[in-house]
Each structure stands twice: as structure tokens, then as C-alpha cells.
């Protein structure tokens, strides 16, 4: 490869860092494979925006120079995003851009925005400054977060703890409902912050057997009563529903779920149309068949608006649309739905009036309900008050897959260009009860370095109990994020200092779908990743918040360059303890941090 050659894209809600992404060893090509086990060929990555990818950029530089590319289109057209080989036999890896009108036709297609290709000199941060400059004028962030009608607890700081009430495939009770408001309870009185309980598999067929999942499957009064013992503790409940995407039937459940009647009554005529007038049910995970919803439809938003209110009612306060944005624009042909035909701005327009309707619709029931997303894009930032993160356990179960480029790891590309305007949380099973640690820790502290709220739990029945050492560090990392939120969640991100800081290797087992199992032992991964993860805000006062996590098991010591006004005040706050380490300091400022085994130091810097 090319000396410092990287790429850097949008994946999902996440970013991506390709280093030496087309390496050649001996004469052959390497792609990613397995974690650590690279497989022969170019890699490739093709997206979609606006869903599947957040943001229209892609940027290619080496220790010369760098490559802008991206679109600067505010009126939402369907787009698609590619790096690798154009075409089969293409010997050389390329990044380009696929424009997807609407079809009209007879009819010309117009292309009324700026594709911009451009030159810039630095890392990452330095090209997506370029598009921050564009991105922060645009009608989506007419409104920071803080300005919104956010909820009084999502302003004050929280945690989230996740929890299974059902398993799969066997559907048989893991945690009642009762017991997952206990444990919450004792857990956030412990630590000291309020916690939101993510309740896994509570729906009638269990798990993601919706959108008519309700009644619960242990019964709206246990549900009901669940939600009424966290609000009572300062605690919030808070569960996940299917958007636009309608689960027909799961097989390989034990009793196995079949929704096909519901779904023929209210579901086929609104399901996406191909060319051909076929409106097809997939299959993905063994024995899963869904179809996706149209929502340019007044039936899809009707079905996510009844799923979402009933849970209100019935007490929860945080709901997640699953399977959206992710899923990305999809094009449609029913002329049956009143909409242009095919891909086109309409797509997300649709969604854009949908979220703007059923958020209106929750905050009548409840000023304090949240609603979030699985995944992001910037077009969807106004109507929604945080996003499924997955930077802290990519490699487990995140957008990390076979076939990528080489050099992978997650880089905070989204909340960089977007810190203030949205929050997220870590998402995607990042569990407490494993065996192992080191993974697990790093999972937090990225999470942390990367303005993303911690979460912990036991989505897995086996182990049945949390890790001590895991569970110790996970409750100094919600302290922490609590005592940091004016910038983990309003602040503007920076790009972090440099350290130097040891690598380490981290190892788990890669979550699959072969069996929605995590304990297969052929399934073992290790990478390497530094020891310290770090991250650095501005907040809307002007101070600079700093956060180091020390995520390994041995004490590190590094020197860091401390910026910010002229003359200001140092404070740092090491796992909760405040302390004043000067009073007034001219800055730049360099200092030396000697951390001890898995802790969390904040460094705030305040102009005087």
C-alpha cells in the first residue's frame, strides 16, 4: 500500500478508519476475513444514503495529501456510496458516487446539488471539517439538541442497562419484568445516576415479532407495573420496535411465531412494490421472513404510531424504531401509494413526516418520552433524541464484516461532525456477564471517548451474573458520563490530543447468527487497540471537557497537551473525586496523568 494511506467513511451511526485498507502480501491482495484472519481480494464497501449512511462523504489521504468526495445536497436524493473494484476483474480499488433519481419517464434526470471533489492536508478531522462547514448550515440543525423539547432526564444525565424478559429460540422467561425493575432499581441506587432499563424480548411472540406486538407477552398489568417501579426510582423503561418492517413469520421459534393473517389484512397492500409489481418477504436470520412497509403510506404510519402510543400508555418512556434508518432508502413502484415512482427524495420525506407526527403524538401523552433509532442520518436529527451507537463492539455485533477493506476500526466521524445535535448510546449487546474483561471495558471507554452513552447488561442468560471487574467499570463509566454530560451530550467534539499509549490485545467471542448464540468457542477473536481511549469537547460555556479511560488491567502513564483559553482553571475528576490541579494556568499546557487499572479521568479546563 501507499505510505499512510487511510480512508474514511460513514458506516451506519458509526465511522470507519481504513489504514493500509489494500495491502499486498507476496503478490496477493488481502480484504478483511474473520477479525485478524484477512481473506484474498480487493475489499469493497457500497452504501446508501440517506439511512444506511448517515452522511454524504467519503475521504481517501495518505501523509501527503487528502481526497474530499462527497455530495453537498440538502433535499434528501438517494445516493450511493462505493470504494473497491468497479466491476468484476477491476484490478485497482476506486471510490465513487451513484446518483438514483426518481423515474419519470421520457423525462431527463436533473441533479440539482454539488458533487464536490476536493483536496485536503491532515487526518480524517481535517476532511470532515470541510463538510461540518456545509453540514452545520443546513435546515437540520436549525435547533442544537439542548433547544429542543427534550426530556427534563435526558438533560440531567443517565445510563442504560440491558436486560432480556424472554430468550430465543426457545421462548422461555429469562428475567421477569418484575425482577429487570429490581435489579435496575438497586443498580442505579448504587451508582448513584438514573438508569434506563432496555428490556429485550418482552413482546407477545418475542423477540422483534412486531409491529403488533403488544399485549406483552407477560400481559400489559406486569408491563404496566414494570414501568411504574422504574419511574417511581427515578428510572426510565425503555424498549425497542420494528419501523417499517413487517415480521411475517419465524420459523426456527419454539412455538414458532406466524403473524401472516395480520399481516395479509394490514400489511401486504402498504409493502414495498418492485418494477414488477412483486412485493416480496425476505428471509435473513434462520427461519426470520419480514417485509418492508412503504411509508409513503398512511398505513404505515398508523401501525408505528399505535405500536408507539400503546407503550406509552402503558408506562414506557424511551422507544427505539428498530431496522430504521438502517435499512436505508428503498424504492417503491405501487402506484396504488400516491408516490413518484421508484427511488426518490419522497422516500424520506415520508419518514420525515411520520417521526414528526407520532413524536407529537408521544410528547401529548408524555412531555418526557424519547425516541430513538437504530442507526442515523442527518435528515432525521430533528425529530429524534439519540441514536443506536455501536463503536465500542463493532468486531461482536457491529457493521464490521467479511469482505470490508483491511485496517478497520471505528472513528466518532458522525458525533465529530454532529456533537450537540443529537445524542447516542451504545447499543448491540454489550454485555457485563462474559468471562472475559478486556473487551468489555474497551467497549465502555469507546463508548465514552467517542460522546456515546455507556450501557451494560445481561442480554444472555448464561453467564446468569455480571462479571465483578466488568461491573466495577462499568459503574465508574456511567459516573463519569454523568459527571461529563454538558459534553458527551451538548458538547461540540474536538479532535483529542495525542498520547502515547501502550496496545493491548482484547479477545471475546463473535456474537452469530447461526444459532443467536455467543458461546461458540470456534468464534474466538483478538485484536489490538490502545490501552487508553480518549476523547475531547467544547461545551456551550466554553469550557473543554477531556476524558481518558484507562480500559486495561495495568496502570499507564503518558504526558498530554492540554489546550484551550490563555489563562483557565484545571480541575480533574477521577472516578467522581473533583480536585483543583491548577488554579490558573497558562495554556497550552502539557501534563502528566498516571492512571491505575481500569479508571476514568475527566480533565476540565475553564477560562479565568
Given at each position: 500500500?501507499?505510505?499512510?494511506?487511510?480512508?474514511?467513511?460513514?458506516?451506519?451511526?458509526?465511522?470507519?478508519?481504513?489504514?493500509?485498507?489494500?495491502?499486498?502480501?507476496?503478490?496477493?491482495?488481502?480484504?478483511?476475513?474473520?477479525?485478524g484472519?484477512?481473506?484474498?481480494?480487493?475489499?469493497?464497501?457500497?452504501?446508501?444514503?440517506?439511512g444506511?449512511?448517515?452522511?454524504?462523504?467519503m475521504l481517501?489521504?495518505?501523509?501527503h495529501?487528502?481526497?474530499y468526495?462527497?455530495?453537498?445536497?440538502a433535499?434528501?436524493?438517494?445516493?450511493?456510496f462505493?470504494?473497491?473494484?468497479?466491476?468484476?476483474?477491476d484490478?485497482?480499488?476506486?471510490?465513487?458516487?451513484?446518483?438514483?433519481?426518481?423515474?419519470?419517464?421520457?423525462?431527463?434526470?436533473?441533479?440539482?446539488?454539488?458533487?464536490?471533489?476536493?483536496?485536503?492536508?491532515?487526518?480524517?478531522?481535517?476532511?470532515?471539517?470541510?463538510?461540518?462547514?456545509?453540514?452545520?448550515?443546513?435546515w437540520?440543525?436549525?435547533?442544537?439538541?439542548?433547544e429542543?423539547?427534550?426530556a427534563?432526564?435526558?438533560?440531567?444525565?443517565?445510563?442504560?442497562w440491558?436486560?432480556?424478559?424472554?430468550?430465543?429460540?426457545?421462548?422461555?422467561?429469562?428475567?421477569?419484568?418484575?425482577?429487570?425493575?429490581?435489579?435496575?432499581?438497586?443498580?442505579?441506587?448504587?451508582?448513584?445516576?438514573?438508569?434506563a432499563?432496555?428490556?429485550?424480548?418482552?413482546?407477545?411472540?418475542?423477540a422483534?415479532?412486531?409491529?403488533?406486538?403488544?399485549?406483552?407477552?407477560?400481559?400489559?398489568?406486569?408491563?404496566?407495573?414494570?414501568m411504574?417501579?422504574?419511574?417511581?426510582?427515578?428510572?426510565?423503561?425503555?424498549v425497542?420496535?420494528?419501523?417499517?418492517?413487517?415480521?411475517?413469520?419465524?420459523?426456527?421459534?419454539?412455538?414458532?411465531?406466524?403473524?401472516?393473517?395480520?399481516?395479509?389484512a394490514?400489511?401486504?397492500?402498504?409493502t414495498?412494490?418492485?418494477?414488477?409489481?412483486?412485493?416480496?418477504?425476505?428471509?435473513?436470520y434462520?427461519?426470520?421472513?419480514?417485509?418492508?412497509?412503504?411509508?409513503?403510506?398512511?398505513?404505515?404510519?398508523?401501525?408505528?404510531?399505535?405500536?408507539?402510543?400503546?407503550?406509552?400508555?402503558?408506562?414506557?418512556?424511551?422507544?427505539?424504531?428498530?431496522?430504521?434508518?438502517?435499512?436505508?432508502?428503498?424504492?417503491?413502484?405501487?402506484?396504488?401509494?400516491?408516490?413518484?415512482?421508484g427511488?426518490?427524495?419522497w422516500?424520506?420525506?415520508?419518514?420525515?413526516?411520520?417521526?414528526?407526527?407520532?413524536r407529537?403524538?408521544?410528547?401529548?401523552?408524555?412531555?418526557?418520552?424519547?425516541?430513538?433509532?437504530?442507526?442515523?442520518?442527518e435528515?432525521y436529527?430533528?425529530?429524534l433524541?439519540?441514536y443506536?451507537?455501536?463503536?465500542?463492539?463493532?468486531?461482536?455485533?457491529?457493521?464490521?464484516?467479511?469482505g470490508?477493506?483491511?485496517?478497520?476500526?471505528?472513528?466518532?466521524?458522525?458525533?465529530?461532525?454532529y456533537?450537540?445535535?443529537?445524542?447516542?448510546?451504545?447499543?448491540?449487546?454489550?454485555?457485563?456477564?462474559?468471562?472475559e474483561?478486556l473487551?468489555?471495558?474497551?467497549?465502555?471507554?469507546?463508548a465514552?471517548a467517542?460522546?456515546?452513552?455507556?450501557?451494560g447488561?445481561?442480554?444472555?442468560?448464561i453467564?446468569?451474573?455480571?462479571?465483578?471487574?466488568?461491573?466495577?467499570?462499568?459503574?465508574?463509566?456511567?459516573?463519569?458520563?454523568?459527571?461529563?454530560?454538558?459534553?458527551?451530550?451538548?458538547?461540540?467534539?474536538?479532535?483529542?490530543?495525542?498520547?502515547d499509549?501502550?496496545?493491548?490485545?482484547?479477545?471475546?467471542?463473535?456474537?452469530?447468527?447461526?444459532?443467536?448464540?455467543?458461546?461458540?468457542?470456534?468464534?474466538?477473536?483478538?485484536?489490538?487497540?490502545?490501552?487508553v481511549e480518549?476523547?475531547?469537547?467544547?461545551?456551550?460555556?466554553?469550557?473543554?471537557?477531556?476524558?481518558?479511560?484507562?480500559?486495561?488491567?495495568q496502570?499507564?502513564?503518558?504526558?498530554?497537551?492540554?489546550?484551550?483559553p490563555?489563562s483557565?482553571?484545571?480541575?480533574?475528576?477521577?472516578?467522581?473525586?473533583?480536585?483543583?490541579?491548577?488554579?490558573?494556568a497558562?495554556?497550552?499546557?502539557?501534563?502528566?496523568m498516571?492512571?491505575?487499572?481500569?479508571?476514568?479521568?475527566?480533565i476540565?479546563?475553564?477560562e479565568?
Open positions: 500500500g501507499v505510505p499512510g494511506e487511510a480512508v474514511a467513511t460513514p458506516i451506519q451511526a458509526e465511522g470507519y478508519l481504513f489504514t493500509d485498507p489494500y495491502p499486498v502480501v507476496d503478490h496477493l491482495p488481502l480484504r478483511a476475513g474473520f477479525p484472519q484477512p481473506h484474498v481480494g480487493l475489499g469493497s464497501l457500497h452504501q446508501t444514503y440517506p444506511g449512511l448517515s452522511m454524504q462523504l481517501y489521504y495518505n501523509r495529501a487528502g481526497l468526495l462527497a455530495a453537498h445536497d433535499d434528501m436524493h438517494v445516493k450511493s462505493h470504494m473497491g473494484p468497479m466491476g468484476e476483474g484490478a485497482f480499488p476506486r471510490l465513487w458516487i451513484g446518483h438514483h433519481p426518481t423515474e419519470v419517464p421520457g423525462a431527463d434526470a436533473d441533479f440539482a446539488y454539488d458533487t464536490i471533489v476536493g483536496v485536503f492536508h491532515g487526518d480524517w478531522y481535517d476532511g470532515a471539517d470541510l463538510y461540518k462547514a456545509w453540514a452545520r448550515r443546513q437540520w440543525c436549525a435547533q442544537p439538541l439542548a429542543r423539547d427534550l427534563r432526564w435526558v438533560r440531567e444525565g443517565f445510563g442504560v440491558q436486560m432480556s424478559n424472554f430468550h430465543i429460540p426457545e421462548i422461555k422467561l429469562n428475567h421477569s419484568l418484575d425482577q429487570i425493575a429490581a435489579e435496575v432499581n438497586a443498580l442505579s441506587r448504587e451508582i448513584g445516576v438514573p438508569l432499563a432496555l428490556i429485550f424480548n418482552y413482546e407477545r411472540g418475542g422483534w415479532t412486531g409491529p403488533i406486538g403488544l399485549p406483552p407477552r407477560e400481559g400489559d398489568d406486569a408491563f404496566r407495573a414494570a411504574g417501579q422504574l419511574r417511581a426510582a427515578g428510572n426510565h423503561g425503555f425497542y420496535i420494528p419501523g417499517g418492517n413487517w415480521y411475517v413469520a419465524i420459523d426456527s421459534y419454539d412455538p414458532p411465531f406466524d403473524s401472516w393473517a395480520e399481516y395479509e394490514r400489511g401486504q397492500a402498504i414495498l412494490t418492485t418494477a414488477a409489481g412483486e412485493k416480496p418477504v425476505s428471509s435473513w434462520a427461519g426470520w421472513h419480514s417485509a418492508w412497509l412503504c411509508p409513503g403510506t398512511e398505513g404505515n404510519r398508523e401501525i408505528l404510531a399505535e405500536m408507539l402510543t400503546g407503550l406509552q400508555r402503558l408506562g414506557c418512556d424511551w422507544i427505539q424504531i428498530d431496522n430504521f434508518p438502517c435499512g436505508g432508502p428503498m424504492a417503491c413502484f405501487d402506484p396504488a401509494h400516491g408516490h413518484p415512482r427511488h426518490g427524495p422516500y424520506t420525506q415520508a419518514w420525515r413526516d411520520t417521526l414528526a407526527d407520532v407529537a403524538r408521544l410528547k401529548a401523552i408524555n412531555p418526557d418520552a424519547v425516541l430513538s433509532t437504530e442507526g442515523i442520518s435528515v436529527i430533528p425529530y433524541d439519540l443506536d451507537h455501536r463503536a465500542g463492539n463493532m468486531e461482536y455485533f457491529g457493521h464490521f464484516w467479511e470490508q477493506p483491511m485496517g478497520g476500526r471505528t472513528i466518532p466521524l458522525f458525533n465529530y461532525v456533537g450537540g445535535y443529537l445524542g447516542a448510546y451504545l447499543a448491540a449487546y454489550p454485555e457485563t456477564n462474559r468471562p474483561v473487551y468489555w471495558t474497551r467497549s465502555l471507554g469507546k465514552l467517542q460522546g456515546v452513552v455507556p450501557t447488561g445481561r442480554y444472555w442468560p453467564p446468569s451474573a455480571s462479571n465483578p471487574v466488568t461491573l466495577g467499570f462499568y459503574k465508574k463509566a456511567i459516573r463519569a458520563a454523568r459527571d461529563a454530560w454538558k459534553y458527551l451530550m451538548f458538547g461540540e467534539m474536538l479532535k483529542p490530543p495525542v498520547i499509549v501502550p496496545e493491548i490485545e482484547y479477545s471475546t467471542l463473535k456474537f452469530t447468527g447461526e444459532c443467536l448464540d455467543h458461546l461458540l468457542e470456534k468464534n474466538r477473536f483478538a485484536i489490538r487497540d490502545v490501552a480518549h476523547g475531547a469537547w467544547r461545551a456551550a460555556d466554553g469550557s473543554i471537557g477531556y476524558l481518558f479511560a484507562n480500559v486495561s488491567q496502570p499507564v502513564t503518558f504526558d498530554v497537551a492540554l489546550a484551550g490563555a483557565a482553571r484545571v480541575e480533574q475528576v477521577v472516578d467522581g473525586q473533583r480536585s483543583v490541579l491548577h488554579p490558573r497558562a495554556l497550552p499546557l502539557r501534563h502528566t498516571a492512571m491505575a487499572p481500569l479508571s476514568v479521568t475527566m476540565e479546563v475553564t479565568v
